[in-house]
């Protein structure tokens, strides 16, 4: 089992910054690429960013140029760097990581992003 712990969310006014991280524990070798989801209220969770072991990343259009996901294998941490934040990218924020051998997924227990206008 692979344990991820979100944190870093909050509130911040509109064109402000927010960090997210995401730590990873227990049987971290089964995972390579770990990603960021959300889920705003009354909407399906949709991908934000991945990235890779290796460190490949991509990236939701809505996102791309705003946000940059990053990751410290040492530490088992994911980072999500979020600029210019606008009220739609208000969110429950989710980290995730496919298991490459069980074939199944983890979750964190989301962070709260708001932005206000």
């Known amino acids: 089992q692979v344990q991820l712990v979100e944190s870093g969310g909050g509130l911040v006014q509109a064109g402000g910054s927010l960090r997210l991280s995401c730590a990873a524990s227990?049987?971290?070798?089964?995972?390579?690429?770990m990603g960021w989801y959300r889920q705003a209220p009354g909407k399906q969770r949709e991908l934000v960013a991945t990235?890779?072991?290796?460190?490949?990343?991509n990236y939701a259009d809505s996102v791309k140029g705003r946000f940059t996901i990053s990751r410290d294998n040492a530490k088992n941490t994911m980072y999500l760097q979020m600029n210019s934040l606008k009220p739609e990218d208000t969110a429950v924020y989710y980290c995730?990581?496919?298991?490459?051998?069980?074939?199944?997924?983890?979750w964190g227990q989301g962070t709260q992003v708001t932005v206000s206008s």
């Open positions: 995730y990581a496919p298991d490459r051998f069980a074939g199944n997924d983890y």
């Open positions: 227990g049987r971290t070798f089964s995972i390579n690429a």
């Open positions: 990235i890779t072991i290796g460190g490949s990343t």
